[in-house]
């Protein structure tokens, strides 16, 4: 076993390496036909290893009898940064990643639809709607380097800050992480300094006043322990700020060595129901971690109709500006927003 540890930490150049989660054990012999290595950047008690991947790894090996075994590594243990896990997925590095498309800005231009303020209405709805139009648009285009396993969005994105947030001029000045290319440009021009940066480099920036305020949703506030660090959350009543999209993707090679068997297990528990599964979770997972925050005494700053209405007009320009990029750039911006609204709003229980 240490034997195997060490080759595996001098292929991948890491100075530690400790494999976390189900099936991670290492084994210099193993039953296991296949064995799969997945490489994500959130710590394994977050919500989405718990909760998500977790299940999803013991159904698939459950279901191959198995013959398929998984090595989990969250907290980006294979080393890197997250915004190389799609090239590690499509290097081989890892054989399943986990990341957010936005975190390559430029690289999958079509994701981007989803992420558009105000556009998401619940988390299921609009990861259904994202892996639907990805069939139509985006597998064979933005994601022509990896086999796509799922497609999904979190729950509603709202401002985590140090001081209130309640109006649009309240932004001004302050220095504000988004997630993406998108969410940059919406609080940029909403008159906040917005700064991108990876969710685990989060806590740190706010610890140190690298920056005063963030946006992600709450099922990850606990594991970060934003609450810890900000007492203001800023929400928009029934409507959704904004979302991030997220990829789980898999190396092709390793996915065209599978035996045919194998590889009908595993589409049998990707795609669009288990993408719709994803998201549901990551949205009833904002839950807990709301009520927690509550109970510490956080200030819940809730906008009212009227005011959500302020923010939605003066966001707008950044849907209109994103239409006319794609389209500029041959991607038919007016076509895939009008196609996500109505996917979107279609799949809306």
């Known amino acids: 076993m240490i034997k195997a540890r060490r080759n595996i930490l001098q292929l991948l150049g890491a100075t530690a390496l400790t494999a976390i989660g189900f099936g991670s054990t290492v084994t210099e012999a193993s039953a296991a036909d296949v064995t799969l290595r997945l490489h994500q950047f959130l710590p394994a008690q977050a919500n989405v290893p718990k909760n998500i991947f977790e299940p999803w790894m013991a159904k698939i090996q459950e279901e191959s009898g198995g013959r398929i075994e998984f090595q989990h590594f969250p907290a980006m243990q294979l080393g890197g940064k997250p915004p190389e896990l799609i090239d590690q997925a499509i290097d081989g590095v890892a054989d399943i990643v986990w990341t957010l498309p936005g975190y390559t800005p430029g690289r ?5 639809v989803f992420e558009l303020p105000f556009t998401m209405t619940n988390a299921e709805a609009t990861s259904r709607s994202f892996w639907q139009l990805a069939e139509e648009t985006m597998l064979d285009q933005d994601f022509k380097d990896v086999k796509v396993l799922g497609l999904w969005v979190h729950g509603p994105g709202l401002i985590h800050s140090k001081n209130p947030i309640a109006s649009i001029d ?4 302050v220095k504000l992480r988004a997630p993406t290319r998108v969410t940059n440009q919406m609080f940029s021009e909403l008159g906040a300094t917005a700064i991108g940066m990876p969710i685990p480099a989060v806590p740190e920036a706010l610890s140190k006043g690298v920056i005063d305020a963030t946006v992600i949703p709450w099922e990850v506030t606990g594991a970060l322990k934003i609450n810890e660090l900000v007492e203001n959350h800023t929400t928009f009543g029934e409507d959704s ?23 009908a ?4 528990n990707s795609g669009e129901e288990f993408s719709a599964f994803a998201g549901k979770q990551m949205q009833m997972d904002d839950a807990g971690p709301r009520d927690a925050a509550i109970g510490m005494g956080a200030t819940i700053i809730e906008l009212s109709p009227d005011q959500v209405a302020t923010w939605k007009e003066a966001a707008a320009p950044v849907a209109e500006t994103w239409i006319a990029e794609m389209d500029k750039n041959g991607l038919d911006g007016t076509g895939l927003r009008a196609r996500a609204l109505e996917l979107i709003e279609a799949n809306t229980k």
Do not use: C, H, Q
């Open 108 to 112: 999958f231009p079509r994701t981007e």
């Open 170 to 173: 309240d932004l001004n000045g």
């Open 241 to 263: 700020l904004y979302t991030s999209t997220f990829v789980l993707a898999m190396n092709k090679d390793r996915w065209d060595a599978l035996p045919d068997d194998l590889k």
């Open 265 to 268: 297990i595993i589409d049998a």
